[in-house]
């Protein structure tokens, strides 16, 4: 983002929005995207970009970028001219814009002279308002202001990961420190102007700073718990339901946060283009007598329920302890599994037994919306280990897939998370937001997913 750039990115919503290309036009089929691109783009070695650029830079891409299966249904690029590049597809997929539009692995445009360079070895040399002036690895990154920049004029401001940018710092230094302390130290002194992700003991001292200010995205972090389909007694839906209605989400996620949360009713956030409340009946039953029903319904004869966490992320732990209270509080034989964090990540996706719930966080999954988020529910990439899906949850999630329309997805979408709420797929709590400081003079700084340095300067 303040280096590199893409045809299309994701706005402050996440949807997708244009940003090296002028305009975009789909065939009405859907086997056809033409991009025409914007004029006097530069990159940072002072070359203007052409579509040449953009089709070596998708040609490096498909070799070895990191999720090049986003173009498994593209046939080929062309560039008719130097302002143009056309993607033909093999089959339409009406997704495919919002997953070219990821902001995690973007497909992003470097000088044509460049692609060939091994993986590791890619010269930094792109399109963004900063250009890389020095790096240490595991130490710092220095980047300073691209004076050849050109700004998106379209814009008034900047949105996500796009829209309006120019640089006003001379200099940007990203510093590694993995302590907290240090860091919030560091910036109480005056050491460094920003730190990244503040950590919830470090707020409550720096909140009565007058010389730091506190940012906070409110929607960050989704707190989810799946459950494991492939061992007794959660390959039960009887259970998986009783479990969830026993469930009091304002205690868990008081746990999680210490009250800086709000809930879920879903499995995307208030004004991303997927949200839905379909299915909020089944969040935050906080109803033991109907887990109780729900249980005798179900057969359940007081088998173990493992709830499988880690202590490395503390608000993982402590939510688990108060789910495990609430299910015996329900009649429910619930203990702690507690691994360390990769082991625990490897069990949920690798053995099918030993575990009944895992507790994580979803920030990206989120992020990149509806059928990325429904795609963690359905084989065979599904967190759950259910390697069949439910029919009617299969179903909605093949019109998510293919749906022409954005309203038609919605549509499919809405019906994909009613269905994986009632069949407990994976339990959204609520959301916990993510806080950025900075010094009170450094002005225009608007907390996001990664720190954007766009539009901000420091002031006197």
């Known amino acids: 983002m303040n280096i590199f750039e893409a045809l299309v990115t994701r706005d402050e919503k996440m949807a997708p929005m244009l940003q090296l290309a002028a305009s975009l036009d789909e065939a009405a089929d859907g086997m056809s995207y033409t991009f025409k691109l914007r004029d006097g783009v530069k990159f940072h070695n002072g070359?203007?970009?052409?579509?040449?650029?953009?089709?070596?830079?998708?040609?490096?891409?498909?070799?070895?970028?990191?999720?090049?299966?986003?173009?498994?249904?593209?046939?080929?690029?062309?560039?008719?001219?130097?302002?143009?590049?056309?993607?033909?597809?093999?089959?339409?997929?009406?997704?495919?814009?919002?997953?070219?539009?990821?902001?995690?692995?973007?497909?992003?445009?470097?000088?044509?002279?460049?692609?060939?360079?091994?993986?590791?070895?890619?010269?930094?040399?792109?399109?963004?308002?900063?250009?890389?002036?020095?790096?240490?690895?595991?130490s710092f990154v220095k980047l300073s202001r691209f004076d050849g920049y050109t700004p998106d004029t379209r814009y008034q401001d900047i949105s996500g990961f796009g829209g309006y940018k120019t640089a006003c710092l001379d200099?940007?230094?990203?510093?590694?420190?993995?302590?907290?302390?240090?860091r919030t130290a560091a910036l109480e002194t005056g050491e460094i102007q920003g730190v990244e992700d503040v950590p919830l003991t470090s707020q409550k001292r720096l909140k009565d700073n007058k010389n730091i200010k506190l940012?906070?995205?409110?929607?960050?972090?989704?707190?989810?718990?799946?459950?494991?389909?492939?061992?007794?007694?959660?390959?039960?839906?009887?259970?998986?339901?009783?479990?969830?209605?026993a469930m009091d989400f304002d205690e868990i996620m008081e746990a999680a946060s210490e009250g800086e949360y709000k809930l879920n009713f879903g499995y995307q956030f208030p004004g991303q283009p997927y949200y839905s409340e379909a299915g909020k009946q089944y969040i935050n039953q906080k109803n033991v007598e109907r887990a109780k029903q729900l249980l005798?319904?179900?057969?359940?004869?007081?088998?173990?329920?493992?709830?499988?966490?880690?202590r490395e992320f503390s608000y993982m732990y402590n939510t688990?302890?108060?789910?495990?209270?609430?299910?015996?509080?329900?009649g429910i034989n619930a203990e702690l599994l507690v691994l360390d964090w990769p082991a625990a990540l490897q069990k949920s996706i690798r053995e099918k037994e030993g575990w009944n719930f895992f507790y994580t966080g979803w920030i990206t999954v989120v992020a990149l919306g509806g059928p990325q988020t429904m795609r963690q529910m359905?084989?065979?990439?599904?967190?759950?280990?259910?390697?069949?899906?439910?029919?009617?949850?299969?179903?909605?999630?093949?019109?998510?897939?293919?749906?022409?329309?954005?309203?038609?997805?919605?549509?499919?979408?809405a019906k994909a998370q009613e269905r994986a709420l009632e069949q407990v797929m994976a339990i959204p709590f609520g959301s916990m937001p993510k806080t950025q400081a900075v010094r009170v003079n450094v002005e225009n700084f608007r907390p996001y997913y990664v720190p954007r340095m766009s539009n901000v300067w420091i002031k006197g």
């Open 47 to 138: 070359k203007t970009m052409t579509s040449a650029d953009v089709v070596a830079s998708f040609d490096r891409y498909r070799k070895i970028g990191v999720d090049r299966s986003i173009l498994d249904a593209v046939d080929k690029w062309e560039a008719p001219d130097a302002s143009t590049f056309i993607i033909r597809m093999k089959r339409a997929l009406p997704t495919f814009i919002e997953q070219l539009s990821s902001f995690t692995v973007p497909v992003a445009i470097i000088p044509a002279e460049l692609a060939d360079a091994p993986a590791q070895q890619l010269q930094p040399i792109g399109t963004g308002p900063f250009k890389v002036d020095e790096f240490r690895a595991d």
């Open 171 to 182: 200099t940007v230094t990203f510093r590694m420190m993995t302590e907290p302390a240090a």
């Open 215 to 245: 940012t906070k995205l409110e929607t960050f972090t989704m707190n989810v718990s799946y459950p494991n389909f492939k061992a007794p007694p959660t390959d039960n839906p009887k259970v998986r339901q009783a479990i969830m209605a």
């Open 296 to 310: 005798k319904e179900g057969g359940y004869k007081g088998e173990k329920v493992v709830l499988m966490t880690n």
């Open 320 to 330: 688990s302890l108060v789910m495990v209270e609430q299910l015996k509080a329900a």
């Open 378 to 413: 359905a084989p065979p990439a599904s967190v759950n280990l259910d390697n069949e899906g439910d029919p009617q949850f299969m179903a909605a999630f093949k019109q998510l897939s293919e749906g022409r329309t954005l309203a038609e997805r919605k549509e499919a979408f």
